[in-house]
């Protein structure tokens, strides 16, 4: 175990390993890693069951150990992330918003990057039909061993 933000998360889920054919993978979780030069960021393969894209900040030469932590701490979560970001979306939302939108379908989890750019901080990211060239997001800080809403916003794709 290893101290980041004065949590305790597994050093192991920060490391890298490549294998034979050269991919990259986190070591814990045993996923492949591959490195979005335009995010700065290392996609993840979400874990079964889920069809996620799932990222951390980082640079070519390396997944910031970290946010690799975070998401996999987060993913641990992330039902119950899901119902607090839904939760959030609902409160801050107006009243004729939340009745376009609300079928909110859960597309990514980002830390160190995009809408959490802190290396303490994951995002979820979601998309509605409603909102054909919009993604909403709620981030969520991580202090005390658990995960609190601080933002919510909406980008163009």
Same mark, same amino acid.
């Given at each position: 175990m290893?101290?980041?933000?004065?949590?305790? /998360?597994?050093? $192991?889920?920060?490391?890298?390993?490549?294998? +034979?054919?050269?991919?990259?993978?986190?070591?814990?979780?045993?996923?492949?890693?591959r490195? !979005?030069?335009?995010?700065?960021?290392?996609? !993840?393969?979400? =874990?079964?069951?889920?069809?996620?894209?799932? #990222?951390?900040?980082?640079?070519?030469?390396?997944?910031? =150990?970290?946010?690799?932590?975070?998401? +996999?701490?987060?993913?641990? &979560?992330? $039902? #119950?992330?899901?119902?607090?970001?839904?939760?959030?979306?609902?409160?801050?939302?107006?009243? $004729? /918003?939340?009745?376009? /939108?609300?079928?909110?379908? !859960?597309?990514?989890?980002?830390?160190?990057c995009?809408?959490? =750019?802190? &290396?303490?901080?994951?995002?979820?990211?979601?998309? &509605?039909?409603?909102?054909?060239?919009?993604?909403?997001?709620?981030?969520?800080?991580?202090? $005390?061993?658990?995960?609190? =809403?601080?933002?919510?916003?909406?980008?163009?794709?």
């Open positions: 290893k101290s980041v933000f004065g949590q305790k /998360l597994p050093v $192991s889920a920060a490391r890298l390993v490549a294998s +034979d054919s050269g991919r990259l993978f986190c070591s814990k979780s045993n996923t492949a890693m490195y !979005l030069e335009e995010q700065n960021a290392w996609l !993840l393969e979400a =874990p079964r069951g889920h069809e996620l894209e799932v #990222l951390a900040g980082g640079s070519a030469d390396a997944a910031k =150990p970290a946010s690799v932590a975070l998401v +996999d701490r987060a993913l641990s &979560d992330v $039902s #119950l992330l899901e119902s607090s970001a839904r939760g959030y979306l609902r409160e801050f939302l107006s009243q $004729s /918003l939340s009745e376009v /939108l609300g079928s909110w379908t !859960l597309e990514g989890l980002e830390s160190g995009g809408e959490a =750019p802190r &290396d303490d901080q994951v995002a979820l990211v979601f998309s &509605d039909p409603a909102d054909t060239y919009g993604q909403w997001s709620v981030s969520f800080q991580f202090s $005390s061993d658990r995960f609190f =809403p601080v933002a919510f916003g909406r980008r163009q794709i």
